[in-house]
């Protein structure tokens, strides 16, 4: 079975300028996040969708970050314009319904630089 | 979110158990002890979770204190390929889906 698939890996740009990330989640999971990790520190949630629905983006800097996810399926970030400080690593991951406790499979991540 | 309270480093040998501990006087009734754990360029996986009882899986064993203020997770023999930065998060159950992430345990395995 497919994990969870992003791109691309890497992405190096200049500042004020826009990128994009693509995940595809693991089939049959409806519940995705969006997952930002800087240098040594762990992952921190920046939104999270239920089907289409971001039922949780209270993370998420609204004034250059936006999500979609269209047809309740893959999803992509955006971030315009890109600052200094967006430098990370953007993980994906899914699971099969909000609230379950069993796990989260997460995606290998897409490491911006932003220079 | 409750917090836990890890070491920020820790060193095994290939093929011996490993015991990594953690912190979380402030638990809640209903705050489920989660392990997951990150390889390097990768995502984080998950590795096991418990409430009360100790819980063994193919990846490793979970023993809970009895007060459930501290937790520790044992990998029986660690290999190379276990050498990853380890989290230890509460996660609340059934209202909670949001896994709050501290800066982990990095483990080192030596050959």
């Known amino acids: 079975e497919a994990g969870v698939v992003q791109s691309p890996r890497y992405k190096i740009i200049e500042k004020k300028q826009p990128v994009a990330f693509w995940c595809n989640p693991i089939?049959?999971?409806?519940?995705l996040y969006w997952y930002r990790q800087n240098l040594g520190q762990g992952p921190e949630l920046l939104i999270r969708?239920?089907?289409?629905?971001?039922?949780?983006d209270s993370q998420l800097p609204k004034d250059r970050f936006s999500a979609e996810r269209l047809k309740g399926v893959d999803s992509t970030l955006k971030i315009q314009p890109a600052e200094l400080g967006d430098s990370a690593v953007y993980l994906c991951?899914?699971?099969?319904?909000?609230?379950?406790?069993?796990?989260?499979?997460f995606g290998p991540g897409t490491r911006l630089t932003v220079l | 979110d409750a917090k836990t309270t890890q070491p920020n480093s820790m060193e095994s040998n290939e093929e011996e158990p490993v015991h990594l501990p953690c912190n979380h006087s402030?638990?809640?009734?209903?705050?489920?002890t989660h392990w997951y754990r990150q390889l390097p360029s990768q995502g984080p996986e998950y590795v096991i979770h418990?409430?009360?009882s100790n819980v063994n899986n193919r990846m490793a064993s979970l023993a809970i204190a009895e007060d459930r203020k501290s937790s520790t997770l044992i990998l029986h023999r660690a290999t190379l390929r276990d050498a990853a930065v380890y989290y230890c998060?509460?996660?609340?159950?059934?209202?909670?889906?949001?896994?709050?992430f501290g800066k982990g345990t990095l483990l080192t395995v030596n050959p």
């Open positions: 998060i509460l996660r609340d159950d059934g209202s909670n889906y949001k896994l709050t």
């Open positions: 991951a899914s699971s099969l319904e909000a609230g379950d406790i069993n796990e989260q499979f």
């Open positions: 418990g409430l009360t």
């Open positions: 089939s049959g999971h409806n519940t």
């Open positions: 969708y239920e089907n289409e629905e971001a039922v949780d």
């Open positions: 402030t638990i809640s009734g209903t705050d489920y």
